[in-house]
């Protein structure tokens, strides 16, 4: 299973940040916020919400939902839909 979750994580690092080295920082600044029982998904500098730290903490705590977000989006795109065609 740490197999498939660490799969996961680097899956979602790839898709939300472009170099290596920027993924591998991202993964750190995650592990280092989470270690001083900080929230993971507010930017360091300025308190911001960081959507790829949380992107990247997401996918570390929950894998499986992870993997199914992109069907659950397809699937509120075709409810959207069905609901405005009619």
């Not at 290596?20 to 308190?47: M, T």
């Not at 730290?53 to 499986?64: E, K, L, T």
Request: charged share 20%; net charge neutral.
């Amino acid at each position: 299973m740490s197999s498939d979750n660490n799969k996961t994580v680097d899956l979602v690092a790839r898709l939300v940040a472009r170099g290596e080295h920027e993924r591998a920082d991202l993964v750190a600044a995650v592990a280092r916020r989470q270690q001083a029982g900080l929230d993971p998904a507010n930017d360091e500098n300025g308190g911001g919400f960081d959507w790829r730290a949380f992107a990247v903490y997401f996918s570390q705590r929950y894998p499986g939902l992870t993997i199914l977000a992109p069907f659950s989006v397809l699937c509120w795109i075709y409810l959207i839909y069905q609901l405005v065609a009619r």
